[in-house]
């Protein structure tokens, strides 16, 4: 499993964030203080965290951060690119690993 790295001002944000969690399980009738469900608020609003990080990140310094120089003509594959968003009509976290290729020309082009 891994272990994510929280700051300080994430985990307070998780605290308030928990709390609306809690509300949400008591108004749907469940016992947020049952074993199973404990922590559960606490959980949802981690992965809230984690699932909206990108939204305070930059795209292009990531793109840029991720082009390289390719000497060789054979195929060039790139997998396993973790990939995850938000659908903010739903609030349903979505999580994909793509792969994208590239091939290159004999006339140099790419």
Known sequence: MIKLKFTEQDLELAEKIAAHYEAI????????????LEK????????????TRG?????????????????????VIVKDIEFYSQCEHHVVSLRDRPAFSRSHQSNGRR
């Open 55 to 75: 939204y305070h990140e930059d795209p292009e310094a990531i793109i840029k951060s991720a082009i390289f120089e390719h000497d060789g003509s054979q195929m």
């Open 40 to 51: 559960t608020p606490m959980r949802a609003a981690k992965a809230l965290i984690e699932n």
């Open 25 to 36: 399980l008591r108004l749907i009738g469940e016992d947020p203080t049952r074993q199973g």
